[in-house]
């Protein structure tokens, strides 16, 4: 093939495609989720060993590939879990984090770090709020317990499915934990 | 001002570069040539500039650019209208060696753009404004939230070449947390072709075209794509006359305030003509507008 780039179109190309400084765009930190969401409560790290099991289990609750890793995961000394998880964004990964109380249900929920062009929604604390007081006991589901932002479909699905795995890791992992722990 | 492929491409650099660094914010084309179902969000705009390159024909040089200009319009979340201005410049010498085109020569200049009134002896040069299109994709299904995003699209072009009514299905399910995608698109398209003597020249065109795309790091996707063609001498698809297979790789970059991609097709052994179209094949290939290799590049911005 003789193919014979003409020069001024390549150096045009690698200006026009020359990466822009871009920033992750950072909410917040996770301490400073940590102090929002659980206030005035000293967390402790907690991490857990995540099975094939369990990740199977959350995969197919929330229907989420992407694995989850169990080392984003603090404990309140009343019971309160602070968790972080990431997933996929439209160009890359969405950072957030869930406050659950001791019995599980939703306390909070904030987005760590969005990094694309559209979405921004997301973070929008009315929206944010429609998670408040879920359980795995609930679907969270897009489209049908949580309302969809048109423009920002497929950020608002995954966070929703994200919330919904962490959920049902305090129903299959973290609950029984929390119930050892107080057997002893 | 006489325009040149130099002076085309110049421009829509410049043009892409001003508005890159002052809008700075990205939108999405995963496939060279494949549509999918991620449209502007309500109210968002986006600059996208395309640059195809179909080379090679059954002998000599053929080198057809063409260039899209286009503006995007979300106006509402699932209906997306866009223009554009679309540019060309055509190279073409002893491209061509059937003998039903070229008659006793061994070789002989022919093909899409070159008016049938030119000396096939001689080459063919020519680079211009080609016209305009305007656009739109109504978004049935979206396949973040459905098994099958389903969408229609419509497309009229005004050119100095050919005018055109395209009508294509969008077809497109994600898999894998939406980083792989598969689309199809359904291509309907009726043609009159303005360089030939009588300046009216019916054709008409069904394609095929489908394709994967895999995000296999963040911000990158690459993928490959095929293209089933067939071309017909009348409209509404009456009396088919080529018939040809292209498949080919697809890259993409998208980043928050731009994106990139480019794909290269590859007209595969095999193609055949038929109906009275047997000028325009040779070498188990088809041409007209066709080559052995087509590349793209297309770059994307949102502005607002």
Same mark, same amino acid.
């Given at each position: 093939?003789?193919?014979?780039?003409?020069?001024?179109?390549?150096? !045009?190309?690698?200006?026009?495609?020359?990466?822009?400084?871009?920033?992750?765009?950072?909410?917040?930190?996770?301490?400073?989720?940590?102090?929002?969401?659980?206030?005035?409560?000293?967390?402790?790290?907690?991490?857990?060993?995540?099975?094939?099991?369990?990740?199977?289990?959350?995969?197919?609750?929330?229907?989420?590939?992407?694995?989850?890793?169990?080392?984003?995961?603090?404990?309140?000394?009343?019971?309160?879990?602070?968790?972080?998880?990431?997933?996929? !964004?439209?160009?890359?990964?969405?950072?957030?984090?869930?406050?659950?109380?001791?019995?599980?249900?939703?306390?909070?929920?904030?987005?760590?770090?969005?990094?694309?062009?559209? !979405?921004?929604?997301?973070?929008?604390?009315?929206?944010?709020?429609?998670?408040?007081?879920?359980?795995?006991?609930?679907?969270?589901?897009?489209?049908?317990?949580?309302?969809?932002?048109?423009?920002?479909?497929?950020?608002?699905?995954?966070?929703?499915?994200?919330?919904?795995?962490?959920?049902?890791?305090?129903?299959?992992?973290?609950?029984?934990?929390?119930?050892?722990?107080?057997?002893? | 001002?006489?325009?040149?492929?130099?002076?085309?491409?110049?421009?829509? $650099?410049?043009?892409?570069?001003?508005?890159?660094?002052?809008?700075?914010?990205?939108?999405?084309?995963?496939?060279?040539?494949?549509?999918?179902?991620?449209?502007? %969000?309500?109210?968002?705009? +986006?600059?996208?500039?395309?640059?195809?390159?179909?080379?090679?024909?059954?002998?000599?040089?053929?080198?057809?650019?063409?260039?899209?200009?286009?503006?995007?319009?979300?106006?509402?979340?699932? &209906?997306?209208?866009?223009?554009?201005?679309?540019?060309?410049?055509?190279?073409?010498?002893?491209?061509?060696?059937? %003998?039903?085109?070229? #008659?006793?020569?061994?070789?002989?200049?022919?093909?899409?753009?070159?008016?049938?009134?030119?000396?096939?002896?001689?080459?063919?040069?020519?680079?211009?404004?080609?016209?305009?299109?305007?656009?739109? $994709?109504?978004?049935?299904?979206?396949?973040?939230?459905?098994?099958?995003?389903?969408?229609?699209?419509?497309? %009229?072009?005004?050119?100095?070449?050919?005018?055109?009514?395209?009508?294509?299905? &969008?077809?497109?399910?994600?898999?894998?947390?939406?980083?792989?995608?598969?689309?199809?698109?359904?291509?309907?398209?009726?043609?009159? &072709?303005?360089? $030939? +003597?009588?300046?009216?020249?019916?054709?008409?065109?069904?394609?095929?075209?489908? #394709?994967?795309?895999?995000?296999?790091?963040?911000?990158?996707?690459?993928?490959?794509?095929?293209?089933?063609?067939?071309?017909?001498?009348?409209?509404? &698809?009456?009396?088919?006359?080529?018939?040809?297979?292209?498949?080919?790789?697809?890259?993409?970059?998208?980043?928050?305030?731009?994106?990139?991609?480019?794909?290269?097709?590859?007209?595969?052994?095999?193609?055949?003509?038929?109906?009275?179209? +047997?000028? +325009?094949?040779?070498?188990?290939?088809?041409?007209?507008?066709?080559?052995?290799?087509?590349?793209?590049?297309?770059?994307?911005?949102?502005?607002?």
């Amino acid at each position: 093939m003789n193919w014979k780039p003409n020069p001024l179109f390549m150096l !045009g190309l690698a200006i026009a495609t020359a990466p822009i400084i871009a920033q992750a765009k950072i909410y917040v930190s996770v301490e400073q989720a940590q102090q929002i969401l659980i206030p005035n409560k000293s967390l402790i790290k907690n991490p857990i060993i995540i099975t094939d099991e369990l990740q199977d289990k959350m995969r197919s609750a929330s229907s989420i590939r992407h694995p989850f890793q169990g080392d984003r995961i603090w404990r309140a000394a009343d019971g309160s879990w602070f968790i972080v998880d990431e997933v996929v !964004g439209k160009h890359e990964m969405i950072t957030y984090a869930v406050a659950l109380n001791p019995s599980g249900a939703v306390t909070g929920i904030e987005i760590l770090e969005y990094v694309e062009s559209y !979405g921004y929604e997301v973070a929008e604390a009315n929206w944010r709020k429609q998670f408040l007081g879920k359980t795995a006991a609930d679907p969270i589901k897009l489209n049908q317990d949580i309302q969809n932002i048109g423009g920002a479909t497929l950020s608002c699905k995954h966070l929703t499915d994200g919330v919904k795995r962490v959920a049902v890791l305090y129903d299959i992992a973290l609950k029984n934990q929390a119930l050892s722990l107080k057997a002893k | 001002m006489k325009m040149t492929i130099k002076r085309l491409v110049a421009f829509s $650099i410049l043009l892409a570069t001003a508005l890159h660094f002052s809008f700075a914010n990205a939108g999405e084309g995963a496939f060279g040539w494949i549509y999918t179902l991620d449209l502007q %969000p309500k109210g968002k705009l +986006e600059f996208e500039q395309r640059l195809q390159l179909n080379k090679q024909q059954a002998a000599g040089t053929y080198d057809a650019w063409t260039a899209r200009t286009e503006l995007e319009y979300g106006l509402t979340n699932d &209906l997306q209208i866009a223009g554009y201005i679309n540019s060309y410049y055509t190279s073409a010498s002893q491209n061509y060696t059937n %003998p039903e085109a070229c #008659g006793d020569s061994s070789s002989c200049t022919g093909g899409y753009g070159v008016p049938s009134s030119h000396d096939p002896a001689t080459p063919y040069r020519k680079s211009g404004i080609e016209g305009g299109s305007l656009e739109a $994709i109504y978004r049935l299904t979206n396949p973040v939230t459905s098994p099958v995003g389903v969408g229609l699209y419509l497309e %009229p072009t005004w050119g100095r070449n050919k005018d055109e009514i395209e009508a294509r299905l &969008l077809l497109q399910s994600n898999f894998i947390d939406d980083r792989l995608v598969l689309a199809g698109n359904l291509v309907v398209a009726n043609e009159r &072709l303005k360089f $030939i +003597e009588n300046g009216n020249v019916p054709e008409s065109m069904l394609d095929l075209l489908v #394709g994967a795309s895999y995000r296999f790091a963040p911000k990158w996707s690459a993928g490959v794509e095929a293209r089933f063609h067939n071309d017909y001498s009348e409209l509404n &698809l009456h009396n088919q006359v080529q018939r040809a297979t292209f498949v080919g790789p697809n890259m993409h970059y998208a980043a928050k305030d731009w994106w990139v991609t480019g794909a290269w097709r590859y007209q595969l052994k095999g193609g055949t003509c038929m109906g009275g179209g +047997e000028a +325009e094949c040779s070498n188990a290939r088809v041409w007209d507008s066709h080559s052995v290799n087509e590349f793209i590049v297309k770059v994307g911005f949102p502005l607002n």
